[in-house]
């Protein structure tokens, strides 16, 4: 039947998964801890080699002795069996795909590149069917719990590799350590089967095997037709045997019969998702066109076909008949490969997807987080902002509680020196302390001889601009407190007024005088508090003489007489 000779998966694949399970379930724990142990070693016999084979950079994505999912990791890019499949026979896989980052084991799930996936693997399966031995499915290192069948066939290339070693003398006979013997036919590659070879390896030994495992079983042989496909036989015999060796004689048949009807639903339901994927195929196929380089691949294979149908000549007709089916066969293959290759492809973009949005979602919540975080210490913050400004206000208060305790109205006197060229006559000033200053009195106006002057603070003849303005200097902070301050000099011509209040002639910064040092302040401590305060400054140069107000800062020339108030 068609429908069987182009089944996708494995059929000794299947019922060695059936049976697996019923084994699993019947066996008694020692049986399965025996078996666990058996296929421990034998994973490892098979890493240890392959890691020998490749050498020990090659193998560093294989431990010595890994689990059965480092295993299936380790080879699951499919370099490591080429590279070792090609030292044991040199050519058998023509092209290597390298992976872009050989350093890293690839974590399960993780997407790995289809392309070197699926060449890669695809061609040391292709290899190693056409050299006779053992396979597995390509799905085998998609998905765990199948690494026996990859350990068998390592085991067997092994076998191989060893047969070759010691001269390759007749025909290739399996190692003892291999579990599952499929085939025996000798290493010549047959062009005409391509694609085909696990399913026309008709092997007279696997029913014979289990022909010889009891007599109960005799239905059995019905699928013994179809087991032939995958040559697991053997394995399955094991199988069969671990599941019935505890097992009373007249448990057997219900046993048999259980098995035998879930292989039989396990099979349809295999089958039935089959058909329905080769409907869709072919659904979709009818209707993007026809695929040139499929028409190209089947055309080719229909002359290899042709080339090999040469050699029987005399069935020409059913040659023509095979050629055909071979070639929808090979068509309906590559359509069923490029099918799971699409599903892989949407397994990977599924997982991409499912990855960024948990990343997403973790980004979320620590955004969330920050956000929660950064909200307590703005609150914090303007909490301490109010408290500093109120702690700012009292302060405030306290200065300008400082100044008018020290007096509203404050009178300071200042002697000036003796003028350069000034004849130098002795001084009237007698004594000065710090607010009182003693001048020489004629005896007609003093009986002392002298007059004492109480000041705020007297400044002598020595002192500096910088000592005259270190007095007056915290009026101006009040001034930007909004209090109202004025600062004037008084006294008769030639005393020194505009000295002290704007500076000499010569203007440096040492001698500038109270005008110039007040607005330098005023300017600083309305810089330092821009942030909190705008401050508006302006200046207004006035001189009254002779009961008149000049305005002094008039750009024209002519200085603006105030009208006088009468
Ligand atoms: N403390 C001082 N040290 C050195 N020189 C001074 C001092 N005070 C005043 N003088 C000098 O004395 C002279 C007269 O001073 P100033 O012009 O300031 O007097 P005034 O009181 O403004 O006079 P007027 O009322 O006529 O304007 C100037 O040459 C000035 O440089």
Known sequence: MATEQVLPFSVASMVED?????????????????????TSL???EAAGWLRRAVGVGGGKELPAEPTEEEFRLGLRSGKILCYVLNKVQPGAVPKVVEGPCDSLVIPDGAALSAFQYFENVRNFLVAVEELGLPTFEASDLEQGGKSARIVNCVLAIKSYSEWKEGGGNGSWKPGANLKAPVCVKSFVRKNSEPFMNSFSRASSLNERSLQSLSGDLSSYNDIGHDINEAGSSRSLNMLVREVLSNKKQEEIPIIVESMLNKVMEEFNRRLESQNEQM???????????????????????????????????????????????????????????????????????????????????????????EFNNLGKHLYGLAHAASGYQRVLEENRKLYNQVQDLKGNIRVYC??????????????????????????????????????????????????????????TQPLIRSVLDGYNVCIFAYGQTGSGKTYTMSGPKELTEEGQGVNYRALGDLFLLSEQRKDTICYDISVQMLEIYNEQVKDLLVSDGVNKRYPSRR
């Open 18 to 38: 059936v049976l697996q399970k019923h084994s699993t379930r019947s066996s008694d724990m020692g049986l399965a801890s025996r078996k666990a142990e058996e």
């Open 42 to 44: 034998r994973r490892y």
């Open 279 to 369: 409907k869709t195929t072919a659904k979709d196929m009818a209707e993007s066109g026809p695929d040139d380089s499929l028409s190209k691949t089947s055309s080719d294979d229909i002359k290899v076909e042709e080339k090999s149908g040469m050699q029987y000549k005399e069935e020409e007709s059913n040659d023509r008949k095979y050629d055909l089916d071979e070639g929808s066969k090979s068509l309906l293959l590559k359509q069923h490969m490029f099918v799971e290759q699409q599903q892989r492809d949407i397994l990977e973009l599924k997982h991409i997807l499912h990855s960024t949005k948990a990343g997403m979602q973790f980004l979320q919540a620590k955004y969330q987080e």
């Open 414 to 471: 200042r002697v000036r020196p003796f003028l350069p060229g000034q004849p130098n006559r002795s001084s009237s000033v007698d004594h000065i302390e710090e607010g009182n200053i003693s001048i020489i009195a004629p005896l007609k106006y003093s009986r002392e001889g002298k007059k004492s002057f109480t000041f705020n603070k007297v400044f002598g003849p020595s002192a500096t601009q910088e000592e005259v303005f270190s007095d």
